[in-house]
């Protein structure tokens, strides 16, 4: 029982991490309807421009600042030379269309800032907690507390600013029906260059956290393909529904990985590690049997 | 002047129905063959057959297949690799367990077990589209490639799940040189084409383009929304299969799980996009842009680092490679979502009216 907890603890934690990378797109396809596959790439891009400016001898908090200039930068370019001249194109065409962003920001990324592996320092320790490892015999790293609690920060944070300010409702307006919302003067350019730079402080903070944990390297931009199981569960309009969604796939993919390899051992004999790397993608395809729209989607309805 | 269909009449509704019914095009597809049957054999050399046709061909085949998929039935798949490696690792069980089953048998068999495999993982296409089925389709991807590792029995307890493929016997007689592999899958590949370009004008072509264009309405006007889908699934799956059968037998001649990753997958999807989504030829065109594009910029990158003095490492010079992909995807989706094939088409208007366009 004890380990179960402390798996499952672990599993949400870690479920957090995925929440932060999926809020991004759930972000992005709120207010424009694009499925913003690049998301990852720009998680990588983040992460690596606040290392390289820290390298070149700038604080942290300076990094972040530059960083945070950076992606905001490239979200408004994204926004201007490649978005805009797709508009009416069906959406799969602007799906595509970020899978070639995120091949652009790979190749872009190391290019302008190295591609070697580095640490990325924000003065927290990935280490157990020992209150917790003394009293109950758990171990609860406290970096991934750290993690939960810039997370719940972040949604709380995004969740006022959509509610209670001018550009929020404007976000929201837009993301409801983009005619009606041209229609009463919101200038829907705009709203989407902002939407891509909150998009891009999203996945400053999640390149951040996640670069801290394992290091900046190529490997962040799979951060995305472990988001896309999440959005399913959660639905993909859904600011809770990417906390919730994140929650549910870090847990069981932490628990399938641990409990589902003996059993499968010992019914074919062998090596089942890994699980973890398809586990969320069958996960999701048996949630899509029962609901299809995720927890808190919207219903989708068709018209001919 | 040289390209005008005045003057072919057609008399018959056969003539009418024809797969080419211009005679400059029927021609030309003659003179392609010719070309590629008879004197490419004989004046390629050994690394432009194994390094560039071969896979070529068989990348070409298995862009055909999402092509069906994705560009005539509408359904996004990020799974096309997973469903290749089906297809190797079925035509190696199937030569390893059967005793003296036919290679081409097997290559068939192969196809129908990727078929099948297909059906299964496009199984959730009949209740959600669009992105949640992408998603659906990386589970394929994933669990495929994990399958193929994980159980031994698929690869005969190799270690890691490599495979070597057995010799290419048929009817007693051994493909083992690159050209003698090169005009086998060639033969395959025009076969598969041809049916290919054939299905896609029949009934059921239609019935998968109006899925496309709108399944609701689709279904409103008399098309059976579920055997529509499942086809395309296996239809393409099959294709694919068929495609990583080749893969491993004429190509590589041993491959691993791991080999059929999803940049494989995103790979073949690039193939579609660019050449032409929804177009045969736009498969084959797509294919040899992708697979040559890496080969160009290996050669010219370092020669243009030379010319401007700037020393490009290696790594940088794959980082320049992605780059341009992404950039280039970008800038066919912008400038001509219709890909080459829409070009080449373009081109044969311009012809068609040349040299009075008036």
Redesign the interface.
Same mark, same amino acid.
Request: glycine share 6%; charged share 0%; aromatic share 20%.
């Given at each position: 029982m004890q380990f179960f907890l402390e798996v499952l603890i672990n599993g949400l934690l870690s479920g957090v991490m995925y929440a932060l990378v999926a809020l991004g797109f759930v972000l992005v396809y709120k207010a424009s309807g694009v499925f913003n596959f690049a998301q990852g790439a720009m998680v990588y891009l983040a992460a690596l421009s606040v290392v390289s400016c820290m390298e070149k001898g700038a604080p942290l908090w300076l990094a972040i600042i530059l960083a945070f200039i950076i992606m905001t930068l490239f979200g408004i370019a994204t926004e201007k030379f490649v978005l805009r001249k797709l508009v009416n194109q069906p959406p799969i065409t602007l799906f595509m269309a970020t899978i070639g962003l995120a091949f652009f920001i790979e190749g872009l990324a190391p290019i302008m800032f190295g591609s070697e592996p580095r640490a990325l320092d924000l003065g927290i320790v990935d280490e157990p907690i020992a209150a917790i490892l003394d009293s109950w015999d758990m171990v609860i790293s406290k970096f991934d507390l750290v993690a939960a609690g810039v997370a719940a920060l972040l949604v709380t944070t995004l969740a006022l600013f959509f509610q209670y300010t001018r550009i929020g409702r404007a976000l929201r307006a837009v993301a409801d029906d983009h005619q009606a919302a041209l229609s009463i003067g919101i200038p829907l350019q705009h709203i989407w260059a902002i939407v891509w730079g909150i998009a891009g402080f999203v996945a400053l903070v999640a390149g951040m956290m996640w670069g801290a944990r394992n290091g900046v390297q190529f490997a962040l931009t799979f951060t995305a393909l472990k988001a896309l199981p999440v959005l399913i569960i959660g639905g993909f309009t859904s600011v809770p529904g990417a906390i919730v969604g994140g929650l549910i796939i870090g847990a069981s993919e932490k628990l399938a990985e641990i409990y589902l390899p003996p059993v499968m051992q010992s019914m074919f004999g062998g090596n089942f590690g890994g699980i973890e790397g398809w586990f969320p993608y069958v996960l999701a395809l048996f949630f899509l049997l029962v609901r299809p729209e995720g927890l808190f989607g919207e219903k989708h309805i068709d018209r001919v | 002047m040289l390209y005008r269909e005045a003057g072919q009449f057609k008399t018959s509704y056969a003539a009418d129905q024809q797969l080419f019914p211009i005679r400059q095009d029927r021609m030309g597809i003659l003179i392609l063959l010719a070309v590629v049957f008879l004197v490419i054999p004989g004046v390629a050399s050994e690394y432009w057959f194994s390094a560039i046709l071969i896979p070529f061909l068989i990348f070409s085949l298995a862009a055909l297949g999402l092509n069906i998929l994705t560009g005539y039935a @509408?359904q #996004?798949s990020l799974g096309s690799a997973a469903f290749m490696a089906v297809g190797a690792y079925a035509a190696y069980n199937f030569q390893l367990r059967i005793d003296g089953i036919p290679i081409l048998v097997s290559f068939v068999c192969a196809g129908l077990t990727a078929a099948g495999v297909g059906i299964l993982f496009g199984l959730?296409s009949l209740? =959600?589209k @669009?992105?949640?089925l992408? $998603?659906?389709t #990386? *589970?394929a991807q994933? /669990?495929i490639v994990?399958c193929l +590792?994980?159980?031994?029995w698929f690869s005969n307890h190799s270690s890691s799940g490599v495979i070597s493929a057995q010799q290419l016997i048929i009817f007693g007689y051994e493909f083992a040189s690159p050209q003698e592999k090169y005009l086998l899958v060639l033969s395959i590949v025009v076969v598969m084409a041809l049916a290919a370009k054939n299905m896609v004008r029949s009934s059921t072509g239609r019935a998968w383009m109006a899925v496309r264009d709108?399944d $609701? *309405?689709a279904s409103?006007i008399g098309i059976r929304l579920m055997p529509t889908k499942l086809l395309a699934f296996a239809v393409s799956s099959f294709y694919c299969g068929v495609a990583g059968a080749l893969y491993a037998f004429c190509y590589l001649g041993s491959v691993e799980p791991d080999g059929f990753s &999803?940049d494989m997958s995103?790979r073949i999807?690039f193939m579609i =996009?660019i050449g032409g989504v929804g177009s045969i030829l736009g498969s084959f065109l797509g294919a040899a842009f992708i697979l040559l594009l890496p080969i160009f910029l290996d050669i010219a990158l370092p020669w243009a680092a030379g010319l401007l003095g700037l020393p490009f490492s290696n790594? +940088?010079v794959s980082? =320049?490679? $992605? #780059? =341009? /992909? @992404?950039? &280039? %995807?970008?800038f066919f #989706? %912008?400038v001509e979502?219709h890909g080459l094939a829409r070009l080449w088409q373009i081109t044969k208007e311009k012809l068609r009216l040349w040299p009075f366009p008036h």
């Open positions: - | @509408g #996004l959730p209740w =959600i @669009g992105f949640y992408a $998603v659906a #990386l *589970a994933f /669990f994990w +590792t994980k159980f031994p709108m $609701v *309405a409103v &999803l995103f999807l =996009i790594a +940088t980082h =320049i490679q $992605v #780059l =341009i /992909f @992404g950039a &280039l %995807i970008m #989706l %912008i979502p």
